[in-house]
């Protein structure tokens, strides 16, 4: 206890101090800026400006007059391709460049525009060096001409022509991109979160006893972290004995003091006795791992969380009452809930399957023992969503069960579902069975506005090479499943990025 106390106090002062330092970074960047007098024809520019995001720059510059500058970094053939227009209009400008090509010398448009209607324009140049990141993205498939960017949890983003746009190089390997800022987490110490320039601007210290999973992290509409992980000495009716668990529990960190303001736990929603997935007192990590938190989501329009466990299926919980609202799995094994066995009987937070037509498919569908076109329901579950009006998404792994009896396939599955809470129904809204298997890991990405869904498998071992893998990432159009794009991603040996997620470069305007 006292070593466990002791990193702490280490990992407070220490953040801390790399605190400091950032604010020291800052100041040392502003007296450089002082030095000189800059203008917006010869701006100050410093590329990298705090050794984290080796693919940006920073450019400062005052105007005689209030404008609005837009920004255009420029393609490899001269073309605007990252454009954006900083809303505000002021004679003090900070300007992060983002996006800028690996080993190249970038040409920047800025343009000046002023209340008056007149405008002014400049062509900056701005060399970088070699990406430091480890990775190929070789294209297999294309068959649109849209610029899309991919951001990889870990501080990488592609462009869909195989060109590394990002390289962040944070304190931990597990980095989230939320809102527009980037945060690092660590299973044992915290977050730690950057602005878009790799600025540290704030360190959040878990609760004692707290060990985070390191897969899955989101915002709330007002910044708090939702965390997902385990706290120490918890115990469930595990195969009739007493079995400490983990990876069951979602807690709330404010966004402004660092302090937990919530707290959920699925063993008292769920039943960790539940051995269909996975035979609970068998498939251990150390500890008990019935649950298996790897995602979590929140959904505004009713304040309530949504979570992938691997080993259980796709589950909404009001955040308000701690209640759960239903779960997206096959039924058979649902009796009961709570650790200790004693809970509510689960059978009415399950949902009925529907076919196309909206009829109930036959009972043997719902317990998950017979298969049917365009349904199945998934199994070892990672990246759930929940994007309003009723309709979910996830990736289901899928691959070998505990229950020999239940549905399975040796490939995995992307899908999106539309779920009615009130008749407590489920339509497959999108299903793609992938060519496929990603054992850990894999996201699905649906965008309704674009007509399309982008799938991202991990981890594909090679059938051929032992101890070889490679993420295969792939956009496909909504209605008619058409491949638009694919490529694949290989990091070294059986090395993978965890997750893909949605991403903008200017999600926010500029530097908080």
Request: one cysteine or more; glycine letters at 6%; charged letters at 25%.
């Amino acid at each position: 206890m006292k070593l466990k106390f002791s990193l702490l106090l280490c990992f407070i002062s220490c953040s801390s101090f790399a605190l400091e330092i950032d604010q020291n970074r800052e100041i040392e960047i502003n007296n450089m800026y002082e030095e000189l007098e800059y203008t917006f024809d010869e701006p100050f520019i410093l590329q990298n400006p705090y050794k984290r995001n080796a693919l940006s720059a920073l450019v400062k510059f005052p105007t005689k007059q209030e404008a609005q500058i837009e920004l255009q970094v420029l393609s490899k053939e001269g073309k605007p391709e990252i454009t954006h227009t900083f809303s505000e209009y002021k004679k003090e400008h900070e300007i992060p460049v983002l996006g800028l090509y690996p080993n190249s010398n970038n040409k920047v448009l800025l343009t000046a525009k002023y209340k008056d209607g007149t405008s002014q324009t400049t062509t900056l140049s701005i060399p970088t060096k070699k990406a430091d990141k480890r990775a190929l993205f070789t294209i297999t498939n294309k068959k649109d001409e849209k610029i899309k960017y991919h951001y990889l949890h870990g501080g990488i983003v592609f462009d869909e022509k195989g060109t590394i746009r990002l390289d962040f190089k944070p304190e931990y390997e597990m980095l989230y991109f939320l809102n527009g800022s980037f945060v690092g987490e660590d299973r044992n110490k915290g977050l730690i979160q950057y602005n878009i320039l790799g600025k540290k601007e704030k360190v959040y210290t878990y609760p004692a006893h707290f060990t985070s999973f390191t897969h899955g992290l989101t915002q709330k509409p007002n910044k708090n972290f939702l965390v997902i992980g385990s706290f120490d000495n918890q115990q469930a009716t595990v195969g009739n004995q007493q079995t400490q668990t983990q990876r069951e529990f979602v807690i709330e960190l404010d966004y402004q003091t660092g302090k937990m303001v919530n707290k959920i736990d699925l063993a008292q929603l769920l039943n960790p006795d539940r051995s269909v997935i996975i035979k609970s007192d068998t498939q251990n990590y150390g500890l008990n791992n019935w649950c298996h938190i790897n995602s979590v989501d929140y959904n505004s329009e009713d304040e309530s969380i949504v979570v992938s466990c691997r080993h259980v299926g796709l589950v909404k919980i009001n955040e308000k009452t701690k209640e759960l609202d239903f779960v997206i799995a096959p039924h058979k094994g649902f009796e009961k809930s709570g650790r200790d066995g004693s809970g509510p009987d689960l059978s009415n937070k399950l949902l009925t399957a529907l076919d196309k037509m909206g009829d109930a498919l036959p009972d043997s569908v719902q317990q998950g023992t017979q298969s049917y076109p365009d349904f199945k329901w998934p199994t070892k579950t990672h990246d759930a969503k929940t994007l309003g009006d009723g309709i979910y998404s996830i990736f289901d792994n899928s691959g070998p069960l505990y229950d020999k009896t239940m549905v399975t396939s040796p490939h995995s599955n992307a899908q999106v579902f539309k779920i009615d809470e009130k008749n407590k129904t489920i339509q497959s809204l999108w299903f793609e069975p992938l060519a496929y298997h990603s054992e850990s890991g894999s996201s699905v990405l649906y965008n309704p506005n674009e007509n399309e869904v982008t799938v991202y498998l991990s981890i594909v071992k090679d059938p051929y090479q032992q101890g070889i893998a490679t993420g295969k990432l792939i956009r496909y159009d909504l209605t008619t499943h058409e491949k638009l794009f694919e490529a694949t991603l290989y990091r070294g040996g059986e090395t993978y990025f965890y997750g893909l997620m949605p991403f903008s470069f200017y999600q926010n305007e500029g530097l908080k």
